[in-house]
């Protein structure tokens, strides 16, 4: 396993310099320090997804200014191989809330998606963004509590700043951050998770959010993957 040191540079590897303001800004906190250290205790005991390179992806596949949609879901996929750092996204697995989402999609948009890959999506400003970024081998939410809530956080009320964002949350995980959410647009639904999906259907989640973007005069989120 690799030294601290290799741990850290992997983890802060491509990160766009437009969000180093935020990274400068939680390293001075109390918690970060600890947040980082038991993550790297884990990865060197456990089988822990996405790899170390891609747990924090979603700050570098966009930059702060490009920023239109954040999407919120539970955690990384818990089986090997599928995480690639994006909530929902996978270059190997068409996953079965993944699977969920893209029926929504069609009956909303008319899009018909098969490429699990939600890569475009985050070339567009759409941050793909999990409650937690990491996540045990078998072992869904194993991560929750280990300060990334506190990360979450922060950066919600980083973004505050911004104007004519839209949040999309799914799940009661996700829906804990609307208390820290400020003059945002917000859409709301079940998880698409097969234990929720017939609950989730219907939401209009998509054509709701490029109806705002549009308004404000924000070019739209393509749905298509790829």
């Avoid at 003059?183 to 989640?205: E, L, R, V, W």
Wanted: hydrophobic share 35%; charged share 20%; net charge neutral.
């Amino acid at each position: 396993m690799h030294n601290i040191n290799t741990f850290k540079n992997l983890l802060y590897s491509n990160i766009d310099d437009s969000w180093l303001d935020f990274f400068k800004q939680e390293q001075s906190q109390p918690y970060y320090d600890k947040l980082i250290d038991t993550l790297y205790e884990t990865y060197t005991k456990e089988e822990v997804y996405p790899s170390i390179e891609n747990i924090f992806r979603v700050f570098k596949d966009m930059s702060y200014d490009s920023l239109k949609v954040i999407i919120i879901g539970q955690d990384p996929y818990h089986t090997p191989g599928v995480a690639d750092g994006l909530a929902f996204s996978s270059k190997i697995k068409l996953a079965p809330s993944l699977r969920n989402i893209f029926k929504e999609i069609e009956s909303d948009c008319g899009i018909v998606n098969t490429n699990s890959d939600l890569s475009y999506w985050s070339k567009q400003g759409v941050m793909l963004l999990n409650s937690a970024l990491s996540v045990v081998s078998g072992q869904p939410n194993s991560h929750q509590k280990l300060g990334w809530a506190t990360f979450i956080k922060h950066l919600i009320l980083y973004l505050n700043q911004k104007k004519h964002l839209v949040y999309i949350l799914w799940g009661n995980h996700a829906k804990d951050y609307a208390k820290y959410i400020s003059n945002q647009y917000i859409i709301d639904g079940y998880h698409p998770s097969p234990f929720s999906a017939s609950k989730y259907y219907g939401g209009k989640y998509f054509s709701r959010c490029n109806d705002y973007l549009k308004k404000h005069q924000i070019n739209q989120i393509d749905w298509r993957t790829l």
